[in-house]
């Protein structure tokens, strides 16, 4: 009988969850005050629940209607503002990778800080792993310092599971990546605005490596560009115009795509 009744309860507490979820009444179970989900409806990607059954905590997710027309601001709520110089450029590429259907995402330089940094760094290793885990995709982040991969590896926690994190010199990884890149984001070797070359010859060598696996409908963008002489990307912006492709949004990124794209 109290076995019955346990079954009854959480079937009807997952009733309620499918009925909120039905009529949009979203919201979210407490568990030892730990939260999953949240109640702003403007950023909603998922419903996530917590229930409790026989001492063991359940993860339930379903998709919300949200979700299913996929708001780049989901992956930004609470990490990068709207008036950071980083976010219109976040936004578009967020946007981009959902209607081209990215797969695979290469990152060369990882988030240094974890989830410390977002106004500083743009935290990019998280935001990106958080829209891999949501959209069925590989993402790898590659990174020569041991301290900037364990910080991310630390910050990531179960989004971990969709962000691999590689330890090498990023043409080095490049070079042997050996697959279809549909998403690079370009933001490996410090710039030094009073000696500007070697960060600008680093990351031409970058992309001249990846250049092999990106297709016509591949995404590129590269960070740190609205700097003195240029930023990180004067060169491999050069280097993909002369190419065919387009810068189509640029600021503190540039984001760069094929023009037989689109």
Known sequence: MFALKNSLVFFLVITSILHAQKSKEYGFLEDNKEFWGHQNKEFFPMVDYLVKKENKA?????????AQN????????NRIPKDNPRYKTFA????????REVKTFVETGTARLGDKNFLGDGGSTIIFADWASQNNAEAYSVDIDLNALGNARAALGPLGAY??????????????????????????????????????????????????????????MIDDCDLPHGGKGTLVIEYLLDRGWEVIAEGYQVILVHKSSY
């Open 92 to 99: 578009l590429a967020l946007r981009l990778m959902q209607e």
């Open 58 to 66: 359940i993860h339930f997710r379903f998709p919300s209607k949200r």
């Open 163 to 220: 962000m691999e994190l590689i330890h090498s010199d990023s043409i080095d990884f490049l070079q042997t990546f050996n697959c279809p890149i549909d998403f690079l984001y370009l933001d490996s070797y410090d710039f030094d605005v009073n000696d500007p070359n070697p960060s600008q010859q680093h990351h031409l060598k970058e992309i001249i490596a990846a250049y092999p696996y990106l297709t016509e409908d591949s995404i590129v």
């Open 70 to 77: 996929e708001d780049a601001n989901v992956y930004l709520f």
